[in-house]
């Protein structure tokens, strides 16, 4: 079964930067798009960030500007560089991938960690 591991959230003072990783179990060639989910209290679910094996990324718009996706294929491993982190970032990001498997995407998911911004 494949797994997706997250690491480096936590909690960080306005202005702050962290740094998301998420390694997945298999290698990330197989992976068609990874990236990170995030939900905050009471709102719907928005993709921080993605980035699919060809290299194509995508923000949130609030996060343009202030998050770095990036890819180490040999580490099986994606990165979301947050910056200049605002309180309205907190959320429970959670890793997700979608995995070609015999013509068919599956859908992978990571637990889920919680990043507060707050002073």
């Known amino acids: 079964q494949v797994q997706l591991v997250e690491s480096g959230a936590g909690l960080v003072q306005p202005g702050g930067s962290l740094r998301l990783s998420c390694a997945a179990s298999?290698?990330?060639?197989?992976?068609?798009?990874m990236g990170w989910y995030r939900q905050a209290p009471g709102k719907q679910r928005e993709r921080a960030g993605m980035?699919?094996?060809?290299?194509?990324?995508t923000y949130v718009d609030s996060g343009k500007g202030r998050f770095t996706i990036s890819r180490d294929n040999a580490k099986n491993t994606v990165y979301l560089q947050m910056s200049n982190l605002k309180p309205e970032d907190t959320a429970v990001y959670c890793c997700?991938?979608?995995?070609?498997?015999?013509?068919?995407?599956?859908?992978?998911w990571g637990q889920g960690a919680q990043v507060t911004v707050s002073s």
């Open positions: 997700y991938a979608a995995r070609l498997v015999e013509d068919e995407l599956i859908d992978i």
């Open positions: 298999v290698s990330i060639s197989s992976i068609v798009v």
């Open positions: 980035i699919t094996n060809g290299g194509k990324i």
